[in-house]
Nanobody, 131 residues
């Protein structure tokens, strides 16, 4: 069966750190984007970070230098190390897998802005940062 599942998350104070993990099983892999989106209550979903099948990454401006996206355990996994967390980072974090030729998936900057046209999403994991 196909599944994207996140783990990690939790509650920390401002300045703290958290690590999110994601595993995607049951998919036939070729080229892909794999990334993290988040949604705070009452706000629009936003892209946080993305990595492609070549290892190239892109981040939302507000998390650059604080968050690191990686696939240390292979292409079917995804990690997000978050440091210097701020209350504005609070939200539900979703992992998403977008399969296809990289030239058809479009620029990563656009992908973070609009999200995938067709993607496989996890259920999300809560991150809460208190001041």
């Amino acid at each position: 069966s196909q599944e994207v599942a996140e783990s990690g998350g939790g509650s920390v104070q401002t300045g703290g750190s958290l690590r999110l993990s994601c595993a995607a099983d049951g998919y036939s892999y070729g080229s892909y984007y794999m990334g993290w989106f988040r949604q705070a209550p009452g706000k629009k979903r936003e892209g946080v970070a993305v990595i492609d099948s070549t290892g190239d990454t892109r981040y939302k401006d507000s998390v650059k230098g604080r968050f690191t996206i990686s696939q240390e355990n292979g292409p079917k996994t995804l990690d997000l190390r978050m440091t210097l967390l701020e209350p504005e980072d609070t939200g539900i974090y979703y992992c998403v897998l977008d399969l296809g030729p990289l030239r058809l998936l479009g620029p990563k900057s656009t992908w973070l802005e609009t999200g995938p046209e067709v993607g496989y999403w996890g259920q999300g994991t809560q991150v809460t940062v208190s001041s």
